[in-house]
């Protein structure tokens, strides 16, 4: 998906240069929703469990690249409240891959100055799982190049849910009152609170939907939609959807 606006020589000429020395494009904060691994097994005829491991590759090759690119904040959708309803074994050979993925990448966190976040009711999961999801925020807190917020157990609308509940208790509690509540109010409880806020949001295989995912977030957020299954997901793809997302012409609703 490309949106933009046609421009000068001047204004390519300057856009040339500016995005020479930046190839984010000015993109601070990017969102992914890795979709894909099941139908890039299907098609080379492997297991599932093959193309979720293959994801899990794939998304320790993008944290390295978009870390080297210089985005400061990179969102990964790694398991939604909904995967719960997938087959047990498929969920065990998720959970398999995150307790992997934490104890094989942290060193790499630290080394390279990433921030860990989670977003999502991650206390949900095994307690051996959310006892090594401590620890690694824990380890990582004061590291400051770039962070990377894994949603697990994440749904939009569940996280709205509890916003609404906190504020609720404020407006009962007395510390505010409704008809104060803002924008800001709302933004300040969100899971990603404290990250920049969305400029792109990805979604990979093809699908043309955002599956409950940063509904809140991706109010303003550019959307780049693109039929490379997750696997196969790489530097260059991510640098197309940067440079499409250079391309955009943000209004915010203005004109």
Known sequence: MKLGRSKSGSEDQRDSADNAADPTYGARHIAIIMDGNGRWAKRKHLPRAMGHKKGVEAVRQIVRDAGEMGVEALTLYAFSSENWNRPEDEVSDLMGLLRQYIQSDLNEFLENGVRLKVIGNYQALAPD???????????????????????????????????????????????????????????????????????????????????????????????????????????????????????????????
Do not use: C
Request: aromatic share 8%.
């Open 129 to 255: 799982i959310v006892s090594m999801i401590d620890d690694a925020l824990r380890k990582t807190a004061s590291n400051k190049k770039m962070t990377v917020a894994v949603a697990l157990n994440y749904g939009a609308q569940d996280e709205l849910v509890r916003v609404t509940q906190k504020l609720a208790q404020s407006v009962s509690d007395g510390d505010i009152k409704a008809d104060q509540i803002t924008n800001e109010h709302i933004s300040q409880r969100l899971d990603t609170s404290g990250l920049p806020p969305l400029d792109l949001l990805i979604r990979t295989s093809g699908e043309l939907r955002l599956s409950n995912f940063l509904l809140w977030q991706s109010a303003y957020s550019e959307l780049y939609f693109t039929d490379t299954l997750w696997p196969d997901f790489d530097r260059k793809e991510l640098e197309n959807a940067l440079k499409s997302f250079g391309e955009r012409d943000r209004r915010y609703g203005g004109r």
